[in-house]
């Protein structure tokens, strides 16, 4: 439980400041990676375990380095504090709705012509829902 309440807080966090100011706490990134770690040691989660998660924010990562910033740096810290935290499936549950719900946003902000081909969508806010849905649904 305390896990689960940690990430939703750091993701509401981090959602209200990739939001509002497009950009993301370090200070909450450091926090959590470091919280992160502790309880994946204590755990005995195994780095197998870590694989997915950890390689799609790098994957993510490297694309924000590649496409200079096209891809957000901090959308990639963001997914790598949580390849430490939660379970692949977990994990990987956040992501996809993650994706699907800012995908369907782009969407209808494009029909609606409330927005262009190189509108900036923050991330955070959609990695949020995915995971309280995620939650919601399992």
């Not at 994706?99 to 949020?128: D, N, Q, W, Y």
Request: proline share 2%.
């Amino acid at each position: 439980m305390i896990r689960e309440v940690s990430v939703l807080v750091f993701l509401a966090v981090n959602a209200w400041t990739d939001s509002q100011k497009r950009e993301i706490s370090l200070l909450a990134v450091l926090l959590f990676a470091a919280g992160g770690l502790f309880w994946s040691l204590q755990s005995g989660r195994s780095i197998f375990h870590a694989l997915i998660p950890l390689g799609t924010g790098m994957v993510v990562l490297v694309l924000a380095v590649l496409t200079r910033g096209a891809v957000g740096m901090g959308d990639a810290w963001v997914l790598l504090d949580l390849g430490i935290v939660l379970e692949t499936g977990e994990f990987l549950i956040t992501v996809c709705l993650g994706v699907l719900l800012s995908g369907g946003c782009a969407m209808i902000l494009l029909a609606l012509k409330k927005a262009g081909r190189r509108t900036e969508i923050p991330f955070v806010p959609f990695l949020l829902a995915g995971y309280v849905g995620g939650l919601l649904l399992c």
